[in-house]
């Protein structure tokens, strides 16, 4: 069965610096890959949808990869702020025409001012 | 737009009792999907449909029911609550026809079955 594996411990880094979040994948070869943030007791958002096709996507300080080969997406935050502590969850759709999603257990990262 | 929206937001339950989740979304979004969301687990979906009057199982289905009555609302019934399925349950809808095929989550339901 697909598996989707997230570093489970929490990522503290400096105000300033680049987090770098991983999310590995097995049996599995999907179409589209998204990272989704979630705050505490609050539901997911979406932040980024990278396509099997694309090596790389950006949104303003947001930096996905997706290695088809490796079976990894990177999910990179720079210039980090303490705004962007969260827990960020990776997700890979699952087949069919359902947009259906199976979800990592997602990595809390701290940003320290 | 409110997006999705879940009632009630807390519930306490006792073994045995039954309760219905109510989902809407004002989006006219096709899909629709109920998750649960536990420590360690990650979102694992129950159960989801992908138009008014269709549902399908999920990965976790067992002691959950769920409608679509219409296209802006998915319930999800518990029949018989039992303690593993205390959980935050959050609900979420999709659209056919956007670029990103994202899902958009409400808030969610703290349920604690005693």
């Known amino acids: 069965s697909q598996k989707i594996e997230q570093n489970s411990e929490a990522l503290n880094i400096q105000e300033g610096k680049t987090a770098t979040l991983t999310c590995n994948y097995t049996n599995y070869s999907p179409a589209y890959l998204q990272w989704y943030r979630q705050d505490p007791g609050r539901g997911p958002v979406f932040l980024l949808l990278?396509?099997?096709?694309?090596k790389e996507k950006r949104k303003e300080r947001l930096k996905v990869t997706f290695d088809t080969t490796l079976k990894q997406s990177l999910f990179h935050i720079t210039a980090s702020q303490p705004a962007d502590s969260a827990t960020y969850l990776c997700?890979?759709?699952?087949?069919?025409?359902?947009?259906?999603?199976?979800f990592g257990t997602g990595t809390l990262l701290a940003v320290q001012p | 737009n409110a997006g999705v929206t879940q009632t009630p937001k807390f519930r306490v339950l006792k073994t045995g009792q039954s309760m219905t989740l109510l989902c809407a979304q004002d989006m006219n979004h096709e899909y629709m999907y109920w998750y649960r969301q536990d420590p360690g687990m990650g979102l694992r979906l129950i159960h989801y449909?992908?138009?008014?009057?269709?549902?399908a199982k999920g990965e976790v289905p067992d002691g959950y029911n769920v409608s679509r009555l219409k296209k802006q609302n998915f319930l999800l019934g518990l029949e018989s609550a039992a303690p593993s399925q205390t959980s935050v349950y959050f609900c979420?809808?999709?659209?056919?026809?956007?670029?990103?095929?994202?899902?958009?989550f409400g808030p969610g339901t703290r349920l604690t079955v005693l």
């Open positions: 997700a890979l759709e699952s087949g069919g025409a359902t947009n259906k999603l199976i």
């Open positions: 990278i396509r099997e096709n694309e």
């Open positions: 449909s992908v138009g008014e009057g269709t549902t």
């Open positions: 979420a809808s999709s659209t056919t026809s956007g670029t990103h095929n994202e899902q958009f």
